[in-house]
């Protein structure tokens, strides 16, 4: 393919886009008057690109949304579900962490008490008879 | 996947789905009624049958109350519920095994594409101009009958491309967010999905 075929594809690219410019338009249009391949393939895009546009637009029945709503409610979603769950969850989280923060609290409590008590009692212990 | 700035679209969509969230389904109903359009012709382009697109399409948005609490707002809900759409439709495609079992028909009657008509097919709107030529629609007719052939046996994703870009007029950055792709990939997917459609026209045009 020669590079002035290759700048027309590119070019025939950008007009199925919508967005060839005026001077590209004009060169690709000069380039497909002498090439044959190029001029066969712009208009065979150009007849792609005019059957798509051809399509109408087809249009939902009128009671689709009814019949959505009511499949929705018949089944056992239910909106907001996964967030309260989620909810449920941290407030979980939450008084599980707060009933392991007082369950250390009481055992370091328990463990100072302890040692403080040791403590005195060594203190204490030279002093006594015997 | 990166945050997008939001529209205004987006936003109001994003204040919807919070409502949602805390149970309001007529918030989801709003929804439903500004999104039914788009993804009953996408379903519909994609798999060419009127009532599977119906179902598709229920589908579709059953599935997204469903994730509507993992969606993320700060991202566009009309990526995310075409995304919902367009992988429903390949999933079907892909369990009917790419077998059609309707043939394509042309219907060229006014009133086809109206809501309740059940007849499959493709819906052509002709100008006026050319349809009162009888060669022109003869022509114009094959040309499009032989395109929307094509389509169909395009790979799912290419057809999805051509379905989202060329007839409903979705961006290829947002088609890469639909299809969970990079913006590049979706337009090369666009770009041979044209040549393929483009091949089918050689001897014709």
């Avoid at chain 1, 001077?23 to 007849?47: D, F, I, P, T």
Wanted: proline letters at 3%; a negative charge.
């Amino acid at each position: 393919m020669e590079g002035s075929c290759v700048r027309a594809v590119d070019a025939i690219d950008d007009l199925c886009e919508g967005d060839l410019g005026r001077v590209k338009g004009l060169l690709l249009e000069r380039h497909a008057k002498r090439c044959g391949r190029c001029a066969s393939y712009l208009n065979r895009m150009e007849a792609v690109i005019d059957g798509l546009a051809r399509v109408g637009r087809v249009y939902p029945p009128d009671d689709l949304v009814e019949a959505v709503m009511a499949c929705l409610v018949s089944s056992d979603t239910s909106i907001g579900e996964g967030t309260m769950a989620r909810e449920r969850g941290r407030w979980n989280l939450l008084v599980a962490g707060a009933a392991g923060v007082g369950v250390g609290v009481a055992v370091a409590l328990a463990i100072v008490r302890w040692v403080i008590g040791r403590e005195h009692d060594e203190a204490l212990a030279p002093m006594s008879p015997g | 996947m990166a945050n997008t700035r939001l529209s205004r679209d987006g936003r109001e969509d994003a204040r919807l789905v919070k409502r949602c969230r805390q149970g309001d389904m007529s918030a989801f109903e709003d929804l439903v009624c500004k999104y039914q359009d788009s993804v009953y012709n996408i379903a519909f382009r994609m798999v060419g049958d009127r009532e599977q697109a119906r179902d598709l399409a229920q589908e579709t948005f059953a599935k997204a109350l469903e994730g509507i609490d993992t969606f993320n707002t700060r991202m566009p809900f009309r990526a995310w519920i075409y995304r919902i759409g367009t992988n429903a439709s390949i999933d079907h495609l892909r369990r009917r095994g790419r077998c059609r079992d309707v043939p394509v028909e042309i219907a060229m009657a006014a009133g086809t594409g109206a809501p309740g008509d059940n007849r499959y097919g493709v819906v052509i709107e002709l100008p006026a101009s050319e349809a009162e030529i009888p060669e022109n629609v003869s022509v114009s007719n094959e040309i499009v009958s032989l395109v929307w052939e094509a389509l169909e046996e395009l790979p799912e994703k290419y057809r999805a491309v051509v379905v989202l870009h060329h007839i409903e007029g979705v961006s290829y950055a947002e088609i890469g967010r639909v299809l969970g792709v990079p913006r590049n990939t979706a337009k090369t997917w666009g770009h041979r999905a044209r040549n393929m459609l483009c091949e089918s026209l050689e001897g014709v045009v």
